[in-house]
């Protein structure tokens, strides 16, 4: 098991739309968040597998896997981590209750709702011991 340095939180973006990618980068950087990206379903699923992130964004509307899919293959995998399931389309809300995603939010972001929500998915994934 890999242990992480508690100084350092780290996001993995999963969004197909670029422009989406960079400005959720440049608000989580500016929060102290070290960035990681992936442009499709397939490629978050990897980057998981090999280096957990604290926090995945995960868009559902993506190429080759979507968001679900990639949920889905993660927990059959007994990979958990803190997920932010995020969408522009249909009801993020009852499809987050349907995979038993805690944490979602609609696009367009609304900023001080997102960097809220991610930091309460991020603050629960913690052991209690390092909790606040």
Same mark, same amino acid.
């Given at each position: 098991?890999?242990?992480?340095?508690?100084?350092?939180?780290?996001?993995?973006?999963?969004?197909?739309?670029?422009?989406?990618?960079?400005? $959720? =980068?440049?608000? *989580? @950087?500016?929060?102290?968040?070290? !960035?990681? +990206?992936?442009?499709?379903?397939?490629?978050?699923?990897?980057?998981?597998?090999?280096?957990?992130?604290?926090?995945?964004?995960?868009?559902?509307?993506?190429?080759?896997?979507?968001?679900?899919?990639?949920?889905?293959?993660?927990?059959?995998?007994?990979?958990? $981590? =803190?997920?932010? *399931? @995020?969408?522009?389309?249909?009801? !993020?809300? +009852?499809?987050?209750?349907?995979?038993?995603?805690?944490?979602?939010?609609?696009?367009?972001?609304?900023?001080?709702?997102?960097?809220?929500?991610?930091?309460?998915?991020?603050?629960?994934?913690?052991?209690?011991?390092?909790?606040?």
């Amino acid at each position: 098991m890999k242990f992480k340095n508690f100084g350092s939180r780290q996001v993995l973006i999963a969004d197909d739309d670029d422009d989406s990618r960079t400005l $959720l =980068a440049i608000i *989580l @950087a500016e929060e102290g968040w070290e !960035i990681r +990206e992936a442009r499709n379903g397939q490629e978050a699923l990897e980057k998981v597998v090999n280096e957990p992130p604290d926090v995945l964004i995960l868009d559902n509307r993506m190429p080759e896997l979507t968001g679900a899919q990639v949920y889905r293959h993660l927990q059959a995998e007994g990979i958990n $981590l =803190a997920v932010v *399931l @995020a969408t522009a389309y249909g009801n !993020i809300e +009852e499809l987050a209750s349907l995979l038993g995603i805690t944490y979602f939010i609609n696009k367009p972001y609304d900023i001080p709702e997102l960097l809220k929500t991610i930091e309460s998915a991020y603050e629960n994934s913690l052991p209690e011991s390092f909790q606040v």
